[in-house]
């Protein structure tokens, strides 16, 4: 009798709740005998936790364990929670799966790292830029000197420009900050382009030269008269532009830049059909300053050849600094012809 005063109490609640009373909670069962017979096998039941009508409280099915007492038939319903459809307006039991909250990697950001000069992972160099910044220049003096000679000059030309675009934009600098930063800028080339490789940057048959960058040229079809028996050939004033020379300070205070130049001709089959050595008295230069551009005018005169298309080499060694020659070369084309023409340039 008790049992079956529980059970109807149970379907009675059950219709009691708004949106539950459409299912009944012995859908699909064929009689109770069947869920006590699920429970000798020991089969989970499921409790089924009401929502009450308070806002945002959540509660949630969990599985119920077996039979406990013999007196009591467990009810199975056949329509989990979960799978019921909502109707608007009504409120019903409402179940939710716990777990750990999702994480979205596209929106996680990495942790900055936290700089540590005792690690040995830290490159010396960002040691150097670091005690720059903060006004610690003797300890960037002496981690500087675990790099060679060179380097460390490199360095203390390229540090003092990055300190001062880290701490000044470059609008809010002064004139006079803009004269330290091209001095130093202007060191660093002269550290590095006697590095760099030697260049022959222009090559110009002219009928004339007065200067750097400030000539007249022939045309480009222009052919030279070749020297015969009773007249000297042409003269041949070849304009030419150096780049990454050296002009290096001596101990008397003026600048060195010493070159030794050469020419060559070859006919269409690569055969040498003349060649010529420059003194190189006349191609060593002194100035009381550091020279940046440099051109020359080597003039000569064209040679006895039969007329036809040559090729013309000039090669260049920049002796300036021992031990550290560098050669550049330049080719174009040389015409000779037998007669005499209008642009001559005896």
């Known amino acids: 009798m008790a049992r079956k005063s529980a059970l109807l109490w149970f379907v009675a609640l059950w219709f009691a709740l708004p949106g539950c009373g459409h299912v009944s ?67 019903g039991v409402v179940t939710i799966e716990e777990g750990p909250p999702a994480k979205n990697a596209l929106f996680e950001l990495p942790k900055p790292a936290v700089f540590d000069e005792n690690k040995d992972a830290v490159e010396p160099l960002a040691l150097v830029l670091h005690h720059m910044l903060v006004g610690e220049h003797n300890k960037a003096i002496q981690i500087l000197k675990t790099y060679d000679d060179a380097t460390q000059e490199f360095v203390l030309r390229v540090m003092p420009p990055l300190t001062l675009f880290a701490k000044k934009s470059i609008d809010q600098m002064s004139a006079q900050e803009w004269s330290v930063l091209k001095d130093h800028i202007e060191g660093l080339r002269e550290l590095l382009r006697d590095r760099c490789e030697l260049l022959v940057t222009k090559m110009v048959y002219c009928k004339r030269v007065n200067g750097f960058a400030d000539f007249e040229s022939l045309p480009e079809n222009h052919a030279f008269l070749a020297k015969a028996t009773n007249r000297p050939g042409d003269l041949v004033q070849l304009y030419i532009e150096l780049k990454n020379f050296a002009s290096k300070q001596t101990k008397e205070g003026d600048y060195l830049t010493k070159l030794a130049c050469s020419l060559e001709l070859k006919d269409m089959h690569g055969e040498k059909v003349w060649s010529h050595a420059f003194d190189k008295n006349e191609t060593t230069h002194r100035r009381s300053a550091c020279v940046n551009d440099y051109h020359g005018n080597f003039s000569f005169y064209a040679p006895a050849l039969p007329a036809g298309t040559y090729q013309l080499t000039i090669q260049v060694v920049d002796e300036t600094i021992p031990n550290h020659r560098r050669v550049a070369r330049k080719s174009q084309v040389f015409r000779v012809t037998p007669v005499a023409n209008s642009t001559s340039s005896r």
Do not use: H, M
């Not at 409280?57 to 007196?71: C, F, L, S, Y």
């Open 25 to 91: 909670p012995f859908a699909g069962a064929e009689a109770p005998s069947r869920a006590r017979e699920a429970n000798r096998r020991d089969e989970p039941a499921y409790s089924t936790a009401v929502a009450q009508e308070q806002p945002q409280r959540v509660v949630t099915k969990t599985p119920a364990g077996p039979r406990q007492d013999a007196e009591t038939e467990p009810l199975e319903p056949i329509v989990k929670a979960k799978d019921k459809k909502p109707f608007a307006g009504v409120s």
